[in-house]
């Protein structure tokens, strides 16, 4: 399997000492099987740190290596997936283990119904059915070092 990791600049070594907390999935390394969400988050990334240039890392993994593994994947934006995310934006005690975490991403237009369901404006009903016409592309969070030894990087996409 290839999988995609936007920024601004060449990761080679994926580091989760640089990771965020309050992403959709927690602190990890964000990657994805979709080369143009990996090209709008290097475009992103970039302009938010005004520094480098839009860089995608490509590399190859084998899901055969994950057996072992404790992996959490959401297959749709569901009440357990918006209940992950809820977690991992406020910034509230994560007890759960997870090497890797796999599901939707909650792109630029679903940002918004995603901060209104945070406020707790809507419910957490009303908030998947506003999200269910969007495309929700997908995200591998590698959470781990030992999910992280799975990834060989392969070669860089500029631009």
């Known amino acids: 399997m290839i999988l995609y990791h936007g920024s601004n600049m060449v990761v080679d070594h994926p580091d989760l000492n640089h990771s965020k907390s309050n992403l959709d999935f927690g602190a990890g390394f964000y990657t994805t099987s979709d080369l143009d969400q990996a090209k709008r988050w290097a475009i992103t990334t970039t302009r938010r740190r005004g520094t480098g240039e839009p860089t995608v890392s490509v590399f190859q993994v084998s899901s055969a290596a994950w057996r072992s593994m404790a992996v959490q994947r959401f297959t749709s934006a ?51 059915q506003l999200l269910k016409p969007h495309k929700l592309k997908n995200q591998y969070t590698f959470k781990t070092e030992r999910a992280i030894a799975t990834l060989s990087f392969k070669n860089v996409i500029k631009g």
Do not use: E, F, H
């Open 78 to 128: 569901n009440k357990a997936w918006l209940d992950y995310i809820t977690v991992n934006r406020k910034r509230l005690p994560d007890d759960s283990t997870w090497d890797l975490v796999i599901g939707p991403v909650a792109n630029d237009d679903t940002q918004q119904t995603i901060g209104i369901y945070l406020s707790g404006l809507i419910t957490d009903r009303m908030c998947i």
